[in-house]
């Protein structure tokens, strides 16, 4: 779900008084903003001629539903208000002591933000007696029931609905200069994501590119010493091999963000795969004294699937659960299938991802992210790889992950992949 948007944070304060103020000179009214959940963003001049329904006032009293009750309105009704917000939808109302209620949400991306409300009104002169009897009536003085009616906005149907066209108006343009502001800092956040990602594929890059030079190097030094010569190669084609499944899943994250990635769909055997991409990160494993566990059954998983590229996949999540779990580890590689099609599972007993990193890690910007906070949870663009090939297939990853114990990363590939699109 993406994060809620807050009107305090998109237009100044400011901002809002002055547009409070100029719709006050130039129509006559009062009026306040509120966030999303009614607290004034402005300054509230005289809190009894409006709602609490719609503006809660710190330390001041409104005519108030959730304070001292003298509207009959019901918190059902009130939940309605809200939901219309929600839609965009202005709220037009009348509370059983008269008064008519107007309130515009301001919406910016979708989100209801916040609320621009104008005082009560009354089409007709107020019955002072009656007031008295109203506020009598909920458990307040006779004095406040006066009170309301000598503050109570007086004014014809057609006023009314004037004002209201011309509050629409208002909340329109804080609209679009929130959306300005919100497109600004989206503008800024995504510079510096995109900073953090060239960073984090240079970082990984240079890894393998260093052990390919320092390698060479010596070999070069040694004068080509045939023991030395046997013992680095290998050392610098597995890094140079690295180097160019880093290349080939940027590249192909490229092409799948351009819809031009076509998939070599063949019935293949999961458990061949499995032990192919297991052989692939056997040495890593060892390195860290993991225990790598192979819990595919022999036979009987056959899929539909790009076979390269599905095992691409296994390898990346078999390499981020070696390389996250701390030495002497646990990782297990599982697999079943159904009717509806093939789920794997990559499970391991490491530090565990918190719930607010677990939405994001998928998203390569997420990644972006979470190596400029300096908390990676997958190597390079690992896991965006992984989802994009995986929903490429029709399927879907999801992980389920607990800090402290560990995290088991989910993949299900139907039976019937879609057509290449």
């Known amino acids: 779900m993406a994060d809620a948007l807050k009107l305090a944070e998109l237009v100044p304060p400011e901002t809002l008084d002055r547009l409070q103020r100029e719709f006050r000179t130039l129509v ?17 001049e005289e809190p009894l001629r409006y709602c609490g329904s719609l503006v809660y006032c710190r330390n001041a009293q409104t005519l108030c539903l959730r304070r001292e009750k003298w509207d009959v309105a019901e918190e059902k009704l009130e939940a309605e208000m809200r939901k219309g917000h929600e839609r965009g ?9 008269g008064f008519k209620d ?3 949400p301001i919406i910016v991306a979708g989100q209801a933000v916040g609320l621009a409300v104008f005082a009560r009104t009354l089409v007709e002169p107020p019955d002072t007696n009656r007031f008295r009897d109203l506020a009598r009536r909920h458990g307040m003085p006779a004095e406040v029931g006066e009170e309301v009616a000598r503050q ?3 004014m014809p149907e057609e006023r009314v609905a004037a004002v209201a066209g011309f509050l629409q108006t208002v909340a329109n343009l804080v609209a679009s200069a929130a ?3 919100l497109r600004a800092r989206q503008v800024l956040e995504l510079e510096d994501l995109r900073d953090s990602l060239v960073h984090m594929i240079v970082h990984d890059l240079r890894t393998p590119l260093t052990s390919i030079m320092g390698s060479l190097q010596v070999i070069q030094e040694a ?26 899943t940027l590249l192909d994250i490229n092409k799948m963000e351009n819809g031009e990635l076509e998939l070599d769909l063949r019935a293949v055997r999961f458990e061949e795969i499995a ?21 595919v059954p022999p036979d009987g998983l056959t899929v539909q699937a790009d076979e390269d590229l599905l095992r691409r996949v296994v390898v990346n999540l078999l390499g981020n659960a070696i390389k996250f779990t701390p030495d002497g580890g ?47 949870y997958s190597t390079g663009l690992g896991l965006a790889f992984c989802k994009m090939v995986v929903e490429a297939h029709g399927g879907r990853i999801w992980v389920e992950s607990e800090v402290g114990k560990g995290s088991a990363f989910h993949v299900f590939i139907p039976v019937r992949p879609p057509g290449n699109r």
């Open 28 to 44: 006559g009214v009062p009026i306040v903003f509120t966030d999303a959940d009614g607290q004034a963003l402005t300054e509230v």
């Open 89 to 97: 939808e202005p709220l037009a109302h009348q509370c059983a002591g």
């Open 102 to 104: 107007m309130a515009v």
């Open 152 to 154: 109570a906005l007086v």
């Open 179 to 181: 959306y300005d502001s």
């Open 223 to 248: 004068e080509y010493d045939a023991s030395l010569v046997e013992e680095l190669v290998p050392i610098a084609v597995a890094s140079a091999e690295s180097m160019l499944e880093m290349i080939n």
């Open 275 to 295: 032990a192919k991409a297991l052989d692939q990160v056997k040495g890593l494993a060892l390195e860290h004294g993991h225990d790598l566990v192979n819990e």
């Open 330 to 376: 646990r990782i297990t590689l599982s697999a079943k299938v159904d009717t509806q099609g093939l789920t794997f599972s990559v499970v391991d007993n490491g530090p565990g991802i918190p719930p607010e990193d677990q939405a994001r890690i998928f998203d390569k910007f997420g990644q972006a992210a979470a190596h400029r906070d300096r908390r990676k």
